[in-house]
Every structure is written in C-alpha cells, then in structure tokens.
C-alpha cells in the first residue's frame, strides 16, 4: 500500500465551522475577562448543566485531573485512606488518590465493557474492611473510550456499603447508561477537555456536582478557599483549579457542536465495525447489545488474535524507544530497556509499527495501574482481564476530523499489514 502524504492521528480537537470559538474567545479580550473566572466560564457551566442534566451543578476546571482530585477531596479522601479505583486506565485516575496521601486499590475489568469489575469490587470492599478494619473511602469507576461502566451495579454496591462514587467519564462525555448522561449516576462526575477528548478547551476539565451545597464546596476548593472578606481569609487549604475564562470560550464554541461530534464518533466506530467484520483475526470492541448502553466510541478499539501473523513481527521491540507515547512535551527519558514485563504482544506492536509507516497513529490499549512500577506496592483485585487486553488490543484513530475515506485507508492498511 502507498503512504498517504498526510498523517491520520489517534484523535485530535476539531473547531466548529461557525468559529463559534473564537467569537467567545474574542468577547473575553473585548471586556478584558482575561483571568481565570467571567462570562464564558459561567456560560460553560451553564451549557454543561444544560447537557448533562439531572439538575446538576457543574464546576470548570483547569483540567479533568484536578477534577478528579477534588472529587476525592469533597469525598473526604486523606491520609491513610484508601480509595477503589478501576486499574484499566490513564492515570489521572489514580494519581489525584496519592497527592491526597492516600492509597489507590486497584479493581481490574471485566470483558463486557472493559470496566469496573462489579463482583472484584464487592469482593475488595469486604477484604479491605477485613484487612484494615476500615471502609474505603471512595470508588472511581472509569468510561474507558467512552463506554459506559456498569453503573446500575456499581451505584448497587456502593448505596449498600455506603461508600461515595467518583465517576471518571473523562473520555465518556455525552455517553449514556439506560438514557441517563454518565457522570451524573455518582457523588461527582469528572469531564475532560484535554485537545484529544471528545470536546475541547485546550486544556480543562469540569466536575459534575449533585447540589448547590457540594457545588459550593467545590467551588471553594477551586479558588484557594477564600472566605468572604474584604482580605484574604483561609479557613482550609484549596487549590488554583478553576478554567479560564479563555478556555471556557473555547468551551462554549464547543458545545454548539458536541452532538455532532458524537454522532461522528458513533459513525466512524459502526464503519470500522463494518469493514473490519470479515477481517480474520481482528476484533472491534463494541458496547453490549443489551440495550442500557449508549457509548460516545471516543476511540475505537480493536484486539488481535495472538496467532495471527502480523508483517515486520519479528522486528518488534528491537529498539529502545526515545519519545513517550502521546507525543508528551516534557519527557526526556528515554526507554531503560526495550521490554518491561507485561506489554502488547509483537504482532500488536508490528500492527502499531506498520500503520505508522502507512502515516496512521495506533496506540497501544491503557497500560493497566496494579503493572505500573510506580503503583508496584499498592493492593489490587485482579482476574487477568485487563492484563490480557492489553496484550492483545490498540486503538485506532476516531473523531470528528476522521473522514470516512480514511477509515477505509485505515482498514485496507490493517488488511495489507497481515500476513497471509
Ligand atoms: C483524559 C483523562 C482524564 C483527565 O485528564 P486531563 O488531561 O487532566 O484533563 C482523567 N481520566 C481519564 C481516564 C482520562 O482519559
């Protein structure tokens, strides 16, 4: 196959045609609310309120991680606690539970959703009570490439062993379980509006609150819990957290357009899962057909049969890696060694290699936290799902700038990368 001259990448923000963004934007310099409060982030919340419903009050961010860290913080989450949280998946999810000092204890998937596992988490509730005589604190589920959790189940156990829930829908914007916007189920619910999630502020993120009194909370927390004074009063310790009124502009620009990016979502999955139907040895991942679910598809996901013989497999992992997956501005180490000791199989990694030649960005599936060297300690009630996963899945590319001609590209070239 011929190398298409421009590069399709895993997911990239896409502006409005209206430029309904930049009229936001412009307003916030026109009236000088060029700081991290204004208009636009009152019109954000606003639009946000609107989309997810449920009479939710809605808190914006500077990113979906600080959403999650206080999300944690509003829960009671400090040192010494423990908080159950879902292994398969980007960090953000866990990392806020440490800056708290508290634990991560890491509950794996199961294989209908690749979610929280609801019987792994029951089971951790009662040993950890058993364990250290103490509940846990909190239970973070994750919409992993939007699909919705098993939140009927989850919100069942959590109600019965009274323990609050903290959803990360950070890639699960818009996503429904049984009609109901996801985020909306638990105590809070985080969203993300990083470039690559399905709406974005550039960087930012929101957190979704049950009512006027938590949202106030929150919201106290976000602005370094300043009193209400003629100075500067602290009675608890807060945070710098909240968006910009730049960002929120962005935001509000965003939200005219956000059904339609899910609808593409949607249609550039239902084409991948036609044309990938008949290829031997690849799988799309695809919600449960039970009717509850009603995923945004942020990504598609597929996995590869381990026996299937990809071209260049034997060429997997012969070299050291130098940029961090993500292209991430920061890093600076290169790779210690070419393994570690749980990652993709080589025909996953001959498939990642092959499409990138073709100028089409796969990803590797989330690495699992409990195989995480920084996490090494940390307890975690596994059944091998999300390890195996991993082996065996990627991601391809989705959102709104993926034309349909270019998943066609992209199937023919996964075709053309297997060995016959
Ligand atoms: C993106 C993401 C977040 C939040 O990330 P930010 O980049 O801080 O907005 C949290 N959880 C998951 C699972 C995510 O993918």
Not at 322 to 331: D, E, M, N, R
């Amino acid at each position: 196959m011929d190398k298409r001259a421009d590069r399709i990448y895993l997911c990239l923000a896409h502006m409005s045609d209206t430029g309904a963004e930049q009229k936001y934007v412009q307003e916030a310099f026109d009236t000088n609310w060029v700081v991290p409060l204004g208009p636009n982030v009152n019109g954000f919340e606003k639009d946000l309120e609107d989309f997810v419903g449920q009479s939710k009050r809605v808190v914006a961010l500077s990113s979906g991680t600080a959403a999650v860290h206080l999300g944690l913080l509003a829960c009671g989450v400090g040192p010494g606690d423990e908080v159950l949280v879902q292994s398969f998946t980007f960090c953000a999810s866990s990392h806020p539970i440490t800056y708290l000092g508290a634990t991560p204890v890491f509950i794996d998937s199961e294989k209908d959703t690749w979610n929280m596992d609801p019987e792994l988490l029951e089971e951790a509730i009662k040993d950890r009570i058993a364990k250290t005589g103490k509940k846990p604190k909190a239970i973070v589920p994750v919409a992993l490439y939007g699909m919705p959790y098993k939140i009927d189940r989850i919100m069942e156990i959590a109600n019965r062993y009274e323990i609050p829930v903290v959803e990360d829908a950070a890639e699960g914007f818009g996503s429904k379980f049984n009609g109901q916007v996801i985020g909306t189920f638990g105590n809070y619910g985080v969203l993300s509006f990083n470039g690559n999630k399905i709406i974005t502020t550039s960087g930012g993120g929101a957190l979704i609150t049950a009512d006027d009194e938590s949202w106030r909370e929150i919201m106290m927390y976000a602005t370094q819990y300043r009193e209400s004074y003629p100075y500067y009063q602290h009675e608890k310790i807060g945070f710098n957290y909240r968006m910009s009124n730049i960002c929120a502009g962005i935001g509000r620009g965003q939200m005219t357009v956000v059904e339609d990016h899910i609808a593409h979502h949607k249609k550039v999955q239902k084409l991948y899962e036609e044309l990938l139907s008949d290829v031997k040895g690849i799988t799309v991942h695809s919600q449960p057909a039970t009717g509850e679910y009603d995923s945004n598809y942020w990504l598609c996901t597929i996995t590869l049969d381990p026996d299937m013989k990809v071209k260049g497999q034997e060429n997997a992992y012969r070299q050291v890696v130098t940029g961090a997956v993500g292209g991430a501005a920061g890093v600076i180490h290169a790779a210690k060694s070419t393994h570690t000791d749980c990652e993709p199989n080589a025909n996953v990694e001959a498939m990642r290699m092959g499409l990138d030649a073709l100028n089409i960005e796969g990803r590797p599936l989330w690495k699992p936290m409990h195989k995480q060297p920084v996490y090494k300690d940390a307890p975690a009630y596994v059944n091998g799902v999300s390890e195996a996963l991993f082996k065996v899945g990627m991601c391809l590319p989705a959102g709104p700038y993926v034309k349909e001609e270019e998943v066609r590209y992209i199937c023919e070239a996964i075709k053309s990368l297997i060995e016959e």
